[in-house]
C-alpha cells in the first residue's frame, strides 16, 4: 500500500501538496496523521474538496503500508504515528519538502528538496515538467498552497519558482476569487478577543542590539488559527520579530514571525520541538506555562540564534583625535572640518580626555583659542574594549550621558562609537516601521509606557501608610538600594480591596535598610538574621515586613539581557501565584511604577488563580490550599493547567507529606475566610480531605456538619453578645468531628495548635457527650441544671455541640443558655454571707447556688430580696460555746 501523508497540524500547503502528490501517485492513498488548522477543516467541509477522500490513520492498516510519500515534512518528530512506519527497516520513502535542513531529518530513497517558499511549488513545477493536467479545482487548492506560505508571494521567502508556480497554475484556471476569500475569512469574536489580548500583553525586549517582542494571551479552550492573528498583530504593531505565546488550555501554543535575517525563527522553534522556516515557525508544548517558555525563547535567541553584537561592530575606525598639546582653535578646526561634534584627545596613544564642540566653541566665544585643550577637556569618561558588549556601550552612552566612547585595545585607541552612530546602530538593527500619523497604535501595545498608580496608592491608602512608602523609598534611594512594595498588598491595591499588611523587598541588604529606616522614623526593628529579614514595629503595634531579594535567584546567564529588575524579578517568580507577583516601585524617581513579569494583571481581570511553572505545587503543597481560598475570596476559578497540576499533588499525596504545624496554618487561615464552607466544599472536589487525615474525607456527611455549624455560627453572631467565639475553632472542631478522642487529640498535637486550641478539642472529645448525655436522661431539666451542665465549657465546644446535636432538646437547652442563663449571677457574695454571721465554707456554694436557681426562675430580682431569702430559709448555725 502506497500513502501520502505530512506533518500534524496540516494547513492549507500541506493540503494543496497532498493533492498535487497524488497527481503523480495516483494508486497512493491520502492520509492525515493529526489534526488540521481551523481553517483547513472549514475549507475541506465546505468546498468541492469534501468528497477528497482523505483517510485517517485510524482507518487504514499500518502494517501493510510498504511506500510513504512525505510532503511539506520530513522531521520524524512531526509526522505523527507514521513516525514507526517511516523508519521501518526496508520503507520505501519518498519526500517532497521545502523546509531548512534538521538534525532529526528523515532520508529516502527519493528526497525532492529545494529552498522554495512553498512545497506545493515543487510538485507544481515537477506536473508542470511532466505535462501532467490540473483542472481548475486543483488548480485553486495548489493556489492556496503557496498563497498561505509565501503571504500571498510577498513574504521574503518567496522565490521567482513560486512566481512562476502561480502562474503555471493561472493559466490552468485557478480562480484567485476564491483563494482571496478563503485566506481572508472575518475573525471569530474568540479570535478578535484573543488578538486584543495579544496587543495587551505585547513586550518588546532589546537582545544583542535587535527588538524582539514577546505577545503573550492566556484562553482555557482552543481558539484556532493563531497563525493569522499573529500575522495581524505584526501588520498592526509594525514589528519585525515577534512571538506570540498562547496558553490554552494544558498546552502553550508558539507562533514565531521573523522579517530580520539574523533571527531566525524556525531554529528557535526546533529548540521548542516545533519547527518551521526562518521566518514562519511554530511550536506546542504541553504542561509549561508562558513565562517558562518565553524564557526558554530568551535562552535560545541569545545563545543560538542572535549573533552576539561588540563595540567592535560599530565602532568608527580609525578614529580622528585631538592631543593635549593642540590649542582649543586647533581643535575647533578639526571639528568643523570633519563635522565632528566629539573627538577623544590623547596623550601619546593613550585617552586622555574628550573635548566637545559646545565646550570649545564656548572657550572661543571667551577669547580662550590659545589655551591648551588639556584645560577644558572631560577627563571623567568610561572606555569599552573591542569585545565588549553594546549593552555597556548602551549603559554609557544612554545612562550616563556620555557622547563619545572611545574604544581602546592593547593599549591604544582602536575606534570610537558616538551617540548619533550608536543611535543610527539601534535603528538599523531593529528597522522598525514606524506608522503614518493615519495610524493608531493602541495604548496598550508594546509602545506603551510604564504604568504607574501613583495616585491610586494616593487615593486608597491612609496618608501615615503613603509616607512610610515615600520614606521607605527615600532610604533606599540614599544607601544605593531599591525599594518594591509586593505581594497581596498591590493584589489588592490594584482590586481596590483594602489591606494594609505591608511586605517591602529591597534589592540590597534588607536588615541595613531597616536599621537605616528605623532611625530616622518613630519605629524600631526586629531582625531576623538567617533569613535576611527584619520586622518595623510601630509605636501602636502596626507593623511592616521587609525582606532581602533573593540575590542568588538571579537570572540565568542565558536569561533576557536587561539586569535591572533580575534580583526582583527572581524574587516574585518563587511566588505562589501570578496574582501576587505584582511589585510597586518605591524609589523616588520612580515611586508607584508597577513592575509585572508574570501576567498578573492579565490574569486578575480574567479572574484565574494560575501558577508560575509546573513544580509549584511539588516545592509546596500548601499552595493547593492557598488556591482554594483565593479562589474563593476573590471569586476567581483556578486555571486548567493548575487544576490539573493540583490534581496530580492529590494524586501523590504531596499535602499528607507536609510538616503538620504549615497545614494547620494554611487550615486556620481557610477557616478564618468569610466563606470557610465554599473552600472546604471546593477542597471535597478535589479529594484532599484524606491529605489532612485519613477520617477526614469531607465527604456529604461532613460537609453537612459543617454546613450546619456554619449557620449556628451565624445564629451565635446575630445575638450580639459581650462574649464572642473564635468561629475557626468551632469549625475546626466540626473538621474534627469523625475522629476518636485519641486519634482527635493527638492530630491537635501533632499540628502544633496552641494550649487553649488543644484544650477546646480535649474538652470536645472527652466531656461534650457525657454532658449532653446527662441532660437528655434527666426527667426534668431545671435552668439550673442546663446552666451547671455549660457553663464549664469554653463557648467555642458549646456551639459545637449545638452543631452535631440530633436532638432538639439540645438546642433548645443551648439556646436558652446564651439568650438567659449564661450571665445571670447572684448579687450577695461571700463576703454579704459574712457580714450576715454566716461562717465560710461549704455553706456558701449552698446558698449561693439556690440564689441561683430562685433567680433563674424569677423568684429573687434585687439584692435585697437574695439576702431576705438567705436569712429566711438558711438559719444561722448557733455559735459554739454560747451560754
Known sequence: MEVITTHVNADFDTIASMVAAHKLYPEAVLVFPGSQEESVKGFLLQSAFYALEVRKAREIDLSKVTRVVLVDIRNSARVGVFREVVTRPGMDLHIYDHHPDEEADLHGSLEVIRAVGSTTTILVEILKERDVPITPDEATVMMLGIYEDTGSLIFPSTTVADYQAAAHLLACGANLGAVSDILAKDLTSEQISLLYDLIQGSRAYTIHGVEVVIAEARREEYVGDLAVLVHKLRDMEAVNVLFALCQMGDRVVIVGRSRKPEVDVGAVMRELGGGGHPYAASASIRDATTFQVREKIFKVLTEKVIPRRTAADIMVSPPRSAAVENTMADVHQLLTRFNFNAVPVLRGESVAGIITRQVVEKAL???????????????????????????????????????????????????????????????????????????????????????????????????????????????????????????????????????????????????????????????????????????????????????????????????????????????????????????????????????????????????????????????????????????????????????????????????????????????????????????????????????????????????????????????????????????????????????????????????????????????????????????????????????????????????????????????????????????????????????????????????????????????????????????????????????
Open 365 to 883: 566665544f571667551h577669547g580662550l583659542g590659545q589655551e591648551k585643550v588639556s584645560e577644558y577637556m572631560n577627563t571623567d569618561f568610561d572606555t569599552v574594549e573591542p569585545g565588549e558588549g553594546i549593552e555597556r556601550v548602551q549603559e554609557i552612552i544612554i545612562g550616563k550621558n556620555q557622547r563619545l566612547v572611545p574604544v581602546v585595545g592593547d593599549g591604544h585607541v582602536a575606534g570610537i562609537i558616538t551617540r548619533t552612530g550608536f543611535l543610527r546602530f539601534l535603528h538599523d538593527v531593529r528597522d522598525v516601521q514606524r506608522p503614518g500619523p493615519e495610524e493608531d497604535i493602541p495604548a496598550g501595545g508594546i509602545l506603551a509606557r510604564q504604568k504607574s498608580i501613583a495616585n491610586l496608592i494616593r487615593e486608597r491608602l491612609p496618608e501615615r501608610v503613603v509616607e512610610l512608602l515615600r520614606s521607605a523609598g527615600t532610604v533606599a534611594e540614599r544607601l544605593g538600594m531599591t525599594a518594591f512594595v509586593v505581594g497581596g498588598f498591590v493584589r489588592d491595591l490594584v482590586m481596590r480591596i483594602d489591606n494594609l499588611d505591608v511586605d517591602i523587598v529591597i534589592e540590597g541588604d534588607g536588615i541595613e535598610f531597616a536599621e537605616a529606616f528605623a532611625r530616622e522614623n518613630p519605629c524600631r526593628v526586629r531582625p531576623h538574621h538567617k533569613f535576611g529579614t527584619a520586622v518595623l514595629v510601630f509605636p501602636d503595634g502596626f507593623k511592616v515586613d521587609v525582606a532581602t531579594a533573593r540575590v542568588e535567584y538571579y537570572l540565568e546567564p542565558a536569561a533576557l539581557p536587561t539586569v535591572e529588575y533580575s534580583s526582583i524579578k527572581q524574587d516574585l517568580y518563587r511566588r505562589d501565584f501570578t496574582i501576587n507577583t505584582l511589585a510597586v516601585r518605591l524609589n523616588p524617581p520612580v515611586f508607584g511604577e508597577l513592575i509585572d513579569f508574570y501576567g498578573a494583571q492579565r490574569d486578575i481581570k480574567e479572574r484565574v488563580i494560575r501558577i508560575l511553572h509546573s513544580l509549584s505545587f511539588v516545592e509546596d503543597p500548601s499552595r493547593i490550599l492557598r488556591a482554594s481560598r483565593f479562589e474563593r475570596r476573590f471569586g476567581f476559578v483556578i486555571g486548567r493547567h493548575t487544576m490539573n497540576l493540583i490534581r496530580n499533588a492529590v494524586r501523590l499525596d504531596l499535602i499528607g507529606r507536609l510538616p503538620k504545624p504549615r497545614l494547620f496554618g494554611e487550615l486556620e487561615l481557610i477557616l478564618k475566610e468569610e466563606d470557610p464552607i465554599g473552600i472546604l466544599r471546593r477542597l471535597s472536589e478535589m479529594g484532599i480531605g484524606p491529605s489532612l487525615h485519613p477520617k477526614i474525607t469531607l465527604d456529604r456527611k461532613q460537609i453537612n456538619l459543617l454546613e450546619e455549624t456554619s449557620e449556628v455560627l451565624v445564629w451565635f453572631s446575630l445575638l450580639f453578645l459581650e462574649e464572642k467565639a473564635e468561629k475557626w475553632g468551632v469549625l475546626f472542631l466540626a473538621l474534627l468531628d469523625p475522629l476518636s478522642p485519641e486519634e482527635g487529640k493527638k492530630f491537635a498535637a501533632d499540628l502544633g495548635m496552641g494550649r487553649k486550641a488543644r484544650e477546646w478539642v480535649r474538652i470536645a472529645k472527652d466531656e461534650a457527650d457525657d454532658l449532653i448525655y446527662r441532660l437528655i436522661s434527666s426527667k426534668a431539666v431545671s435552668r439550673k441544671l442546663v446552666y451547671d451542665c455549660l457553663s464549664p465549657l469554653p463557648n467555642e465546644v458549646i456551639l459545637h455541640v449545638m452543631s452535631r446535636a440530633k436532638n432538639p432538646d439540645i438546642k433548645r437547652y443551648i439556646s436558652l443558655y446564651f439568650t438567659q442563663l449564661k450571665n445571670v449571677r447572684p448579687l450577695t457574695t461571700g463576703q454579704d454571707l459574712v457580714d450576715l454571721g454566716y461562717p465560710p465554707g461549704p455553706l456558701f456554694k449552698q446558698i449561693l447556688d439556690e440564689v441561683l436557681e430562685r433567680k433563674f426562675t424569677g423568684e429573687l430580682g434585687t439584692k435585697a430580696a437574695e439576702m431576705s431569702f438567705v436569712l429566711t430559709h438558711f438559719p444561722k448555725p448557733s455559735k459554739q460555746g454560747r451560754p
